[in-house]
């Protein structure tokens, strides 16, 4: 069964299942989620807990016989499996498809996965897990959701402040719920409960954002000015590869382009968006982004980024040189202004 994680809580007040499974690319959430099924698990006689990490040289009868062998003590157990990958491979995926077809009732066993790009989903181990477990899908948290994140968290440690502030540590923090977490738990130990001012937060909230190339593509399409400017200097100042975010940022304008161009043909956007297997956060970006942006502006964008590749590589002659860093921001400046 599918479960959303927000219902985690209440679902594990009754009695538990043998199998879980946590996909997702929110770390912190996840690693929150896990904690309390361990923690239901423990309270409900689950005492002894075995951990399978799967890696390269991982042997997956491991794995059946885990859920075989009998506790020293006699004890209900755990088992913890991990594939960081989200990649067992053919062994594995057969491995999977059989233990959960074979589920022990003296065992727990919880499975954390990252996000599950499109075509690992269709995979029939994955069927295997989500037809057997309790089966926990984690979204990203977006960056249009995180004053409202920060907010929930404050409100459970009894703080509150206003959208300034949640803004404010929104922007000190851009990709980083972890950081995030960790100044909340921060300003709970510095202050009461109660309302905490801008200047209290200013003052304690330091500037860990880690900003995240693909990211940069949400602001311009969004246009939103200000986060592409600051994530723009942000990947700079972390020293981030500039042939990357180009790259990056010259692909959307591929994409632009190509939407833009079947939309003049006739085509419409559902169709189009389909095509290019363009959905999520992403697609809702879309539409605003190609009424803003004319079909010769993002043709000139996408000569615009060649000279900055040029640039980048030192192929243009010195009268046109210039900062590419500060090229390729005008560059994203046009299509965010449109």
């Known amino acids: 069964m599918q479960l959303r994680f927000d219902a985690i809580d209440a679902h594990l007040t009754k ?51 885990a859920n075989q062998s009998q506790s020293l003590f006699g004890d209900k157990k755990l ?26 009732p003296d065992n727990l066993t ?17 069927t295997s897990l989500q037809q057997a477990a309790v089966y926990i899908e984690i979204p990203l948290v977006e960056r249009a959701q995180l004053p409202n994140w920060i907010s929930l968290r404050l409100s459970m440690q009894g703080q509150n402040t206003d959208r300034q502030s949640l803004d404010f540590i929104a922007d ?30 200013h003052d304690a909230v330091l500037n860990v954002a880690r900003y995240d190339v693909f990211k940069l593509n949400e602001a311009m399409l969004a246009g939103n000015v200000s986060r592409l400017v600051r994530m723009l200097e942000g990947l700079k100042g972390e020293g ?10 010259a692909e959307e304008l591929r994409t632009l382009l190509k939407l833009k161009s079947g939309m003049s043909q006739g085509k419409s956007l559902g ?25 010769a502006t993002l043709e000139a964008a996408l000569q615009e980024a060649a000279q900055v590749d ?29």
């Open 240 to 249: 981030e590869a500039l042939p990357l975010v180009l790259w990056a940022v």
């Open 110 to 126: 919880l499975i954390t996965l990252p996000k599950l790009d499109w075509a690992t989903q269709k995979a029939a181990w994955v």
């Open 79 to 104: 088992i913890d499996l991990r594939i960081p990958t989200g990649k067992p491979g053919k062994d594995g995926g057969a491995a999977l498809q059989e233990y959960a077809g074979n589920l022990s």
């Open 310 to 338: 040029k640039m980048v590589k030192g192929l243009r002659a010195k009268a046109f040189a210039g900062d590419a860093w500060d090229a390729l921001l005008q560059l994203g400046l046009r299509v965010a202004r449109g």
């Open 271 to 295: 169709m189009l968006l389909k095509e290019y297997r363009i959905w999520g956060p992403r697609e809702k970006l879309m539409e605003p982004a190609l009424r803003r942006v004319s079909l």
């Open 172 to 201: 000190r923090v851009e990709g980083n719920l972890l950081a995030a977490h960790q100044e909340i738990q921060k300003l709970a130990l510095l202050h009461p409960p109660g309302k905490l001012s801008f200047e209290q937060i």
């Open 15 to 65: 009695s538990l299942a043998s199998l879980y499974v946590i996909t997702s690319d929110e770390h912190l959430l996840a690693l929150e989620t896990a904690d309390k099924i361990r923690r239901a698990a423990k309270a409900q006689g689950f005492l002894e807990r075995e951990i399978l990490t799967v890696e390269r040289s991982f042997k997956w009868g491991a794995l059946l016989a």
